[in-house]
């Protein structure tokens, strides 16, 4: 079995419980899993030496082998220092290149090469559901991400109120959003299929209902999901977007027909109000500084 065989078998053990990680849909997640195998396997190769060489030390040494030197006095050797220092340092030298080369490569804001025109997708996470707005198309939708496969993501994302992490483990790249600021994605699926994203970030109650689906269609499908949004659901403007900004729990996706010109550079200029954010339970903190244990805490 090769060591990229063996690699590849541990971390599918060890990182099992990464979701899609490890099963890529697109270009960037493919990259970013071989920059993951490839610094495993450079870890691997000084870690591997160093835990067979511990053993073989301890059986060396052992009380039984009347063979080993035993040599009290000892206490130095050059040549020792320097295998023990060179090897790992070199190791950490060629992990850190290659980490870093491939890290720029797949830099977010890069866009992805393609002889396709990107599609650009506004994200804003709300408290707890995602809006995702087509500006092109027109049309935005709640919790649900659709494009047509082998297309090219381009995604600008950002927070309605509390800083936010938008992540499709499949697809690759988690990028934190935060209100006010603008973040940007390129993301691409190459085939057809269902990806299910979420928040990456604790962010109040809903947290853990905040999730969606990223489905990636043909081409065709795809202009017909936009011509049957279009056709009917709300219209999504300033005074719709206010009511999007009540919290909310598992909230079912649904689409709006049209959207108002420059809500989303509205929601990122701050023009429009944030989201209300985690809540203070007052009742509870007046019952804690009652208390006069924590009452110094509180103060």
């Not at 020792?80 to 720029?104: C, D, K, Q, R």
């Not at 509205?266 to 244990?293: F, H, M, N, V």
């Amino acid at each position: 079995m090769s060591v990229r065989s063996i690699a590849t078998l541990t971390a599918t053990v060890l990182l099992a419980g990464c979701g899609g990680v490890l099963s890529p849909a697109g270009p960037v997640d493919a990259a970013e899993r071989t920059l993951l195998y490839n610094a495993l396997v450079i870890m691997l190769v000084i870690g591997v030496p160093t835990m067979v060489a511990t053993l073989a030390v301890a059986w060396w040494y052992r009380a039984s082998n009347e063979r080993a030197r035993y040599r009290p006095t000892w206490s130095y050797s050059g040549r020792l220092e320097l295998i023990v220092w060179s090897i790992p340092a070199l190791a950490i030298l060629f992990l850190g290149g290659v980490t870093w080369l491939s890290a720029h490569q797949l830099d977010p804001e890069a866009p992805l090469a393609s002889h396709a025109k990107p599609l650009e997708v506004q994200v804003v996470s709300l408290d707890w559901k995602w809006l995702f707005i087509y500006p092109h198309e027109g049309i935005a939708s709640i919790n649900r991400l659709v494009a047509p496969a082998g297309v090219p993501l381009h995604l600008r994302i950002t927070s309605s109120a509390v800083f936010n992490v938008f992540f499709v483990p499949q697809l690759g790249t988690m990028i934190y959003c935060m209100n006010g600021m603008m973040t940007q994605l390129n993301l691409e699926a190459d085939h057809p299929g269902i990806y299910p994203g979420l928040s990456a970030m604790f962010s109040g109650d809903g947290f853990s209902g905040m999730r969606f689906n990223a489905e990636a269609i043909t081409p065709t499908d795809f202009a017909a999901w936009v011509q049957s949004a279009r056709a009917s659901g709300p219209v999504l403007d300033a005074t719709e977007y206010r009511r999007l900004l009540r919290q909310s729990q598992d909230v079912k996706p649904y689409t709006y027909r049209s959207v108002q010109e420059q809500l989303f550079l509205d929601i990122l200029l701050r023009k429009l109000p944030p989201g209300e954010g985690p809540q203070t339970s007052l009742p509870r903190l007046a019952l804690i500084a009652q208390d006069e244990s924590v009452r110094p805490w509180v103060d």
